[in-house]
């Protein structure tokens, strides 16, 4: 795998995106995780659904970071989250510049600018992209849970799974979210 | 399934998007196909990374278009294009509507505009989205072939898989892609 | 996908029946759902499991009836139930007899005249091959439950997934199945 | 797992029948091989769509046969053609005894009945399945090929999965089959 | 598939015990159950971690018989423990030795003795192995249940799930699994 | 995930090895790769297999090595080697270690100790396991290729995958993989 030259080769190469799985997930034993596509897809329509709420954005810009914040994955697969603790601090960002050049190729330069722009986080269309980012997953941990998947819990007690990143309309879709689909609040069966 | 009231509900539901598969890849034996949200990423990214290219284009627009077009499979599936001639004309487009009006709920008034603006396939942004789907399409073919899938000859046989709807930078990846990855020129195997 | 002109052409095509899955499954998340043709099994299983206790049944056109009853879905896919109300009356029911002459060919009038008995739903074969198809539903929801799948609720509360077809002994499977395997009396969890 | 005492106890284990892998299929790689489930609807629409072409057959009969056939592997599992000649002669038949009698309970009368007239072969019923039997496995080889899988030629050299059982319309079938489909004269590819 | 006359070719065929699924878990329609590889892995992982409390351990020649004791199921592919009841005693041993002999070839010797030894079950390494496999079961198990699986406590309930073939540390693993993951005291469910 | 101050915990969480997919086969689209788990299985067996031609090995260290090489993998998941270039040296490295603290608990000094040696690659024992490691790759990459796979030549052409650590009988087993399995001398298809 090297540097794509050309749009066409870039374009088949991230086909592949479909493949690569969210690694929270499979280590959870979730059957049929989501790709990183999937959730690229979801992130993006968030964006444009919860967009239509919050004064001054600039929705292109917004869906613009949405549909470039994960595409590193293509090569380096995706690192749960759970794993970054062991990594050196900005070991993962180096990681993804250098992949954005090589995989991006002719795109490189627009997206390297986007990729800056999502991880600074100042930018409103920044911050409603990293909240979008984690709404997303705790939609699909509630839509796991009613769909018979165990073991979850995890998600839903880590606080950095719900970082709105000063977004009104996504805090009050949290808070909605843990209301109605939160876990039992209390662990029924023993050990588990 | 009914009526979603909130916004929440929604986005819960459209979670099963990844679930749905792309018939036209089932019925010829694809092994893992994309799923729907899955092609709906690749249309967005494509509209991004060509949209760059084309003149006059309202990039905001166009992926708001994109985000919509196939969102009514959440609840009826892909009916696969192979079937769509066994329908009465119209009956695919009356049933979308239905679904959008249930499914967005919130959200309907403005995805039914979207989704509007993208059959009637006049505007810029919805041809390009249009131009997208159906590249899309043969970049996954080829990607698929490149990975050992065979018997997909039929989708570079069909010019209507190839329609760039005037689309200049689109018509250039189409016959880009056709030259480099397209069939064979003769089929070596007996009766395949 | 053309016309089917030999019966080996046919046979060959419909080994593509066991990639359909069976969407009703799929929209609610059940991993690995089961396919068109499993599915097919089960009703033709039940239809002779059951059509012993039938007094005057032909068990051969019953039999028969089972078989063909859903082959229109190896080109449209399975439309999930919950979709068939989106769509104007009678379209599925046009778009499956296009199917049939296309896909079955050299057999396509036995195989019309068993759809069009099935769909009159008058005969005793008729009539017990739609229970059957009925109560294989309702047997792989409980088998899923069991399992570990959840969210199924609304295929034991929709009364049409018990339509018996005034046949006896299919009655009383049903009304076993719910006592054994319903859904527990009252949702213990919130908002699921 | 005990003997079944109800019908409904031996209809809910069955659905698991879609879950067994045909084994012959697993061992060369095949991606997401059949069920004994679909091999069991495919074997039945086979004696339904060749049966019409033979004189004097009891179409119940044989469509009754081709329903138990495979019962015992809800318990055993699909034991590949190639390992039986490890077993001495007679186990297998004897655990599928074994199994019809625990498993189909009340059925197991009419169950056991048909699978010894299966094993005797005998009867022209009995015959027909066992060539569609054949039949349906080197159909499913010819689509596997088709969609991509390599590896399969000892499928078609072995006699034994051509065995018509003095069926004409079968015979006429695999000879088509192997005319149009079979591998291509000599392999192209070093050492595979 | 024939004998395997050279390394080379043994090695390529066992790649393909990745696809031979457990059938236990295949028949309580676990999704995506573990393969035999999967296990034969963690088995050998379970002789290490539990070996270094066992005293006079020869852990070379544990680890060797854990590498082989499954290896036949390339071929037969895994029969359930359920089925084995309904084979002639010594059938699948026997079966076993036939496997050997072909599939390993060349190590066929080596391989021989050391699954000689694990039957005897005699030697502390042959025990220990035994007792490991018996527990990693009940490990995959607990796992399974932990990510949402159900209607496993057949497995609970079964003392033969619970050999640890008098060997301390495993003893107190099985005690300790049962304490903190065993089933719940009553089923809560109705009929499930 | 915290770390593992049980060794019932740390055994549990191994579990989830068999879900971790080998990255380098899921960006290549291989269908249904190999888990980690299972490449872990194949390498002991290697060891253990070759490891007869080997004078002077001490079998049980090599195994020993062999199990616990990948483990960091359950936390991290793979990181396809194609990635590790983007990767700061040593930062892959230093996360494993990491990893292997809160992972493996209990038996974290043993398994660090033998990680030490596997990535020093001085000691005989170390030298075979990194062998085995890479030729176990390429076993797959020839299995898949027979199963119908394509899109693997860079495996074969990447001379880092042949790296047989000085080990006469595995630069043999390499030698003969080449000549049997390798690419066909030309690319016969355009462009793929």
Redesign the interface.
């Known amino acids: ?1 090297k540097r794509n030259e ?3 080769e ?3 190469e ?8 969210r ?1 929270g997930f ?7 995780p ?2 990183v ?2 959730h ?3 992130v ?3 964006v ?3 967009g ?1 709420r919050v004064d001054g954005l600039d ?2 810009r917004a ?2 970071i949405a ?1 470039v914040h994960d595409l590193a994955e ?7 989250l ?2 970054s ?4 601090e900005g ?1 993962k960002e ?3 510049r ?2 954005f050049e090589e995989v991006l190729g002719p ?1 490189a330069g ?1 997206a390297g600018e986007l990729l800056a722009e999502y991880r600074a986080a100042e930018s409103l269309e920044a911050r409603l992209v990293k909240a979008c980012d984690k709404l997303q997953l705790i ?2 941990v ?10 979850l819990g ?1 998600f839903w007690e880590n606080p950095g799974n719900f970082k709105d990143y000063r977004i009104g309309p996504v805090r009050e ?1 949290f808070e ?2 843990r ?4 876990p ?2 209390e662990p ?5």
Request: proline share 6%.
């Open positions: 795998m050309t749009l066409l870039l374009l088949l991230l086909q592949t995106l479909d493949r690569v799985p690694m499979v280590l959870r034993g979730v059957p049929e989501e790709s596509a999937e690229g897809w979801h993006a329509f968030l444009w659904a919860v239509a929705l292109a869906l613009e549909l293509v090569r380096t697969g995706d690192i749960p759970v794993a603790r062991y990594y050196a070991a180096e990681a993804e250098g992949v795109l627009r939609l699909k509630a839509a796991y849970e009613r769909w018979g998947s165990r073991g995890e879709l909605e979210l209301a109605k689909h939160g039992p609040p029924a069966e023993r050990g588990r």
